[in-house]
């Protein structure tokens, strides 16, 4: 199951999600998403369980918790939306 979780704060890595989630079970990724031009963190994540019941759990435990001063969000991803082609002019 795929997990959506924002508002991180900016010095948050990858393996510290690794670390939170892998108590509820086995994370199999977890990847921040970053500008491109600055590779700065944009303040979310997506993660990757392999059980459905165990990201339940880590949903329930996880979501508001506070992780480096902030409240964390943890929900369900949802399928990105097709979003219409950009006019060139």
Do not use: C, H
Not at 18 to 25: C, H, N, T
Request: proline share 3%; no cysteine.
């Amino acid at each position: 199951m795929n997990m959506y979780v924002s508002n991180l704060g900016f010095q948050v890595q990858e393996n510290d999600l690794l670390k939170l989630f892998s108590a509820y079970g086995e994370v199999t990724s977890a990847k921040i998403i970053t500008d491109r031009e600055t590779g700065r963190s944009r303040g979310f994540a997506f993660v990757e369980m392999s059980s459905g019941p165990d990201a339940d759990r880590a949903m329930v435990e996880l979501n508001n918790r506070e992780v480096d001063g902030r409240a964390i969000s943890v929900a369900v991803a949802r399928e990105r939306e097709p979003r219409a082609p950009r006019s060139r002019w």
